[in-house]
């Protein structure tokens, strides 16, 4: 069966947790208490899965299993859309054939494809999961803990993921501005999937691009302004992620990046969201620790708030 998912990511400080519980237990909710799931994601040698933009595993609960391959998407601002399909199999064995054979690419053996395949990492996790009724939207709220594993190296989960079963992305991005008032909270762009092959390569999944460009008035101030939205908040998370991972050229990013954005939303006047939340965000991020503060700002109900709402800026500029 073929979807198209839409999800917010959020990690999560531990201590957070609790907070973001009882608030979702204050809404209209459905709540399923927490289920233990595996899943094993599998790759060739060569990462042709990866150099498609595909992901393919096969979760197990309760004796049930479900593979399902996720094709190329698109993050916007943090919120992910990616088409995936799912087949319920009656053991964990792969069968390429049981998915649509429009998904691969032209001319792909799909028998010399699976036999080419093998378990690459597994995630193994605790899933707790709230149905819930906001605005609008039906919005599914999982919380899960636990760790991805390739061979003897492991990395922790301990995320929040908002997912749109029916209803409006704006709901969402609503939704995970309420949740973001207690702090502990950020967008996270990488999925557990790409965590994974990271810890398999042994490298970060962190692409930190330079900000030395000189931010003024330039042509660039032209393009639409979904684009640069776009590019924006695609280099603030980069920027963001890097500075969290240590790399302090992570934080000068940053405050090229929010200027940047100041300048963009002061050049829209009133139909711009933020601009006293970037304001104060440049002033506290120019005097924070470039070693200890990243935690402190990145992890702040502000900074997410401020993102949350040029992601929703965002989305009214698509077609």
């Known amino acids: 069966m073929r979807s198209v998912e839409v999800e917010l990511k959020l990690s999560v400080k531990p201590e957070t947790i609790s907070t973001v519980r009882d608030r979702l237990f204050q809404l209209p909710n459905h709540y399923t208490s927490p289920q233990h799931l595996t899943n094993i994601y599998f790759e060739t040698s060569d990462n042709q899965l990866r ?114 079963k029916t209803g409006q992305v704006s709901d969402v991005l609503s939704l995970a501005e309420e949740l973001a008032v207690q702090g502990g909270l950020r967008l996270a762009n990488s999925s557990k999937a790409a965590r994974g092959y990271a810890l398999v390569r042994e490298a970060s999944s962190i692409n930190l691009v330079s900000m030395e460009a000189e931010i003024s008035e330039t042509p660039e101030w032209q393009q639409p302004l979904s684009v640069l939205l776009t590019d924006i908040l695609q280099q603030w998370q980069e920027q963001e992620e890097g ?60 900074w997410l708030q401020c993102k949350l709402a040029l992601t929703q800026w965002l989305m009214t500029q698509l077609p």
């Open 51 to 164: 150099r498609w933009d595909m992901g393919l595993r096969i979760r197990g609960f309760d004796q049930q299993y479900e593979m399902t391959i996720k094709t190329a998407g698109r993050v916007i601002g943090g919120l992910h859309q990616r088409p995936e399909f799912n087949v319920p199999l009656h053991q964990p064995k792969l069968n390429l054939a049981l998915f649509p054979a429009d998904i691969w690419p032209e001319n792909t053996d799909i028998t010399q494809l699976q036999s080419a395949l093998a378990d690459l990492f597994s995630t193994d996790f605790s899933r707790e999961k709230w149905l819930v009724n906001y605005g609008q939207s039906e919005i599914e709220v999982v919380l899960d803990q636990g760790e991805i594993r390739a061979g003897e190296k492991a990395s922790p989960i301990c995320e929040f993921e908002l997912e749109l």
């Open 243 to 302: 500075w969290l991972a240590g790399i302090n050229a992570g934080k000068a990013g940053l405050e090229k990046v929010l200027k940047r954005a100041g300048l963009l939303v002061e050049k829209q006047g009133g139909t711009a969201p933020a601009l006293g939340l970037l304001s104060e965000l440049e002033e506290s991020l120019s005097i924070a620790d470039a070693e200890a503060g990243a935690e402190n700002m990145c992890y702040s109900a502000k």
